[in-house]
């Protein structure tokens, strides 16, 4: 069994400049993990475990996607969870990046794999919350402040592998489609 998701992923500056908001929410009482840059990507569908033998038709249906390439602006912050579990950089782009996950779901039914029953929210993971304190909430404030983090171009999808370590995951692109 191989642990999957498939996704999108931002330009490197976003991904540097969303790494730094993460540590700038450190240094409080709660006890978060930041998410490193080279592991932030907008996830459009989590597989979870899949079989080996499931990846070859699920790439297959991938290359079934038909979208351009598009812009999305990340911006502000927000939070999955009372109290927070996750703080999250937003992301506008006129619909695209949900566009692309219902087109997803749309490939993936053929092969069994039964649409995600909770409703998709583009973003970019900053943190995780480990052991939460209220001294984390004018950190968070700030960062909603936050005018940009950057806007890019999104022009590929990614099937990715995802091997969970005590030091993190480590995540491995299994196949792309270009937009």
């Known amino acids: 069994m191989v642990r999957t998701f498939i996704a999108v992923e931002p330009s ?30 907008i996830t459009l569908r989590f597989l979870g475990e899949v079989s080996e033998s499931q990846i070859p038709p699920i790439t297959a249906a991938l290359q079934g996607i038909r979208a351009s390439p598009y812009q999305i602006t990340v911006s502000g912050a927000g939070v999955f969870g009372r109290p927070p579990r996750v703080i999250k950089a937003e992301i506008a782009d006129d619909g695209a990046t949900a566009d692309l996950a219902r087109q997803i779901d749309a490939l993936l039914l053929p092969l069994g794999i039964a649409k995600d029953p909770k409703p998709f929210s583009p973003h970019l993971t900053i943190a995780r919350v480990r052991d939460y304190s209220p001294a984390l909430l004018p950190r968070i404030a700030a960062l909603k402040q936050q005018p940009s983090f950057g806007t890019c171009t999104i022009g590929e999808v990614v099937f990715k592998k995802s091997t969970l370590t005590p030091s993190g995951p480590i995540y491995e692109t299994i196949a792309g489609v270009k937009l």
């Open 12 to 41: 490197d500056e976003i991904k540097a400049a969303l790494a730094a908001a993460g540590h700038s929410l450190q240094g409080t009482p709660a006890r978060i993990t930041a998410v490193q840059a080279p592991l932030m990507h």
